[in-house]
C-alpha cells in the first residue's frame, strides 16, 4: 500500500492527513509494517488508526511511526479537543517498522509496535475512549507540512473483527476541489453545442495528470458541423446550471491538441 498525503499534522484539536479507512463494529485491531516514509519533517506521521467520525476533530486513537521521532501513542479522547501522546523514549524507532492499534470490548485502546511482526512491546498505557461501537479502522499519513507531500508505504496490512472487505481513501481536514465532473463544449453559432462530460462524475478530485482522449465522433454525433467550429469551452459541473451554486478548488489542464486517429495497420498478403 503506497499512500501520499499531505497536511499540518494528526494533533490539537484538528486534524489534516489521508486517511484509507474500512468500517469496524465492536473489538478489532489493525497491524501494518510501514515499510517507509518522506522525511518532509521529523514529526510526519505514517499510523495505523481507529476513529469515530471523519470529521477533523474526531475522537480518535492513532499509532504512528515518524521520520525522526520513533512511534508514538496519540489520541484524542473528547471530540475538537485537545490531543495527548505517549511518545518513544528513544526515538531510535525507524523504518521499516511494525505498528499495531486495538480496540477491546470495554472501550481500552492499545498501541503496539515490533521489530518482527511477532514479539510487541505496548508503547504507553492502555487509554479508555468512548467510541461508538460502529467506527473507522485504517492507515492514515500526513507531512507535518500543508506544502509538501509525503509517501509512504505499507505492507502486511490485517484486521481483526468485523470489518468491511472494501477499502475507501479520502483527505480528512484538507480542503481539495469539490466532487464535479468534467466536461469539453464545442459550439458554432449555427446551434446548440455539442457537450462531452467525463466518464468520472469526480473528475475534479483527479490529482495526476490524465489523459483524457475524445473521439471527435461523440460532437458530430450531436449534430454539431466540426468544419465550422468558432469555441471550445473545457468547464466543471452541469453545463448551463446557473441555480446551483458550483464548487471551489484549482484544477490544471494543459497540452490541448487535435489530432488524426491511428490508422489501422493493414494486413500483410
Known amino acids: 500500500y503506497t499512500m501520499t498525503a499531505s497536511g499540518t499534522d494528526i494533533w490539537n484539536q484538528s486534524d489534516e492527513f489521508h486517511y484509507a479507512y474500512k468500517t469496524l463494529t465492536g473489538v478489532g485491531s489493525l497491524v501494518a509494517r510501514v515499510e517507509s516514509i518522506d522525511n518532509t519533517n521529523g514529526w510526519a506521521k505514517a499510523g495505523v488508526m481507529i476513529r469515530e467520525s471523519l470529521e477533523p476533530g474526531s475522537i480518535h486513537a492513532t499509532m504512528v511511526l515518524t521520520p525522526a521521532n520513533g512511534v508514538s501513542f496519540q489520541r484524542r479522547i473528547i471530540a475538537d479537543d485537545v490531543s495527548t501522546s505517549a511518545n518513544s523514549a528513544t526515538g531510535d524507532e525507524v523504518a521499516p517498522h511494525w505498528i499495531k492499534i486495538e480496540r477491546d470490548l470495554a472501550g481500552n485502546f492499545k498501541a503496539y509496535h515490533s521489530t518482527n511482526g511477532s514479539t510487541w512491546t505496548m508503547q504507553g498505557a492502555p487509554e479508555n475512549i468512548q467510541m461508538s461501537s460502529n467506527v473507522y479502522i485504517g492507515l492514515a499519513v500526513t507531512s507535518h507540512d500543508a506544502a509538501l507531500t509525503c509517501q509512504a508505504v505499507f505492507s502486511n496490512v490485517t484486521t481483526t473483527g468485523t470489518v468491511s472487505p472494501q477499502w475507501v481513501n479520502q483527505d480528512i481536514g484538507i480542503e481539495s476541489n469539490a466532487a464535479e465532473p468534467l466536461y469539453v463544449a464545442v ?21 495526476t495528470w490524465t489523459e483524457w482522449v475524445i473521439p471527435l465522433q461523440a460532437f458530430a454525433d450531436q449534430g454539431i458541423n466540426l468544419t465550422n467550429v468558432d469555441r471550445i469551452a473545457i468547464g466543471l459541473g452541469t453545463r448551463g446550471n446557473m441555480t446551483v451554486p458550483g464548487g471551489s478548488g484549482k484544477m490544471y489542464i494543459d497540452d490541448i491538441r487535435l489530432t488524426k486517429p491511428a490508422s489501422e495497420p493493414q494486413q500483410q498478403p
Open 187 to 207: 459550439s458554432n453559432n449555427a446551434g446548440v453545442p455539442a457537450v462531452v462530460v467525463n466518464d468520472d462524475p469526480a473528475a475534479a478530485n483527479i490529482d
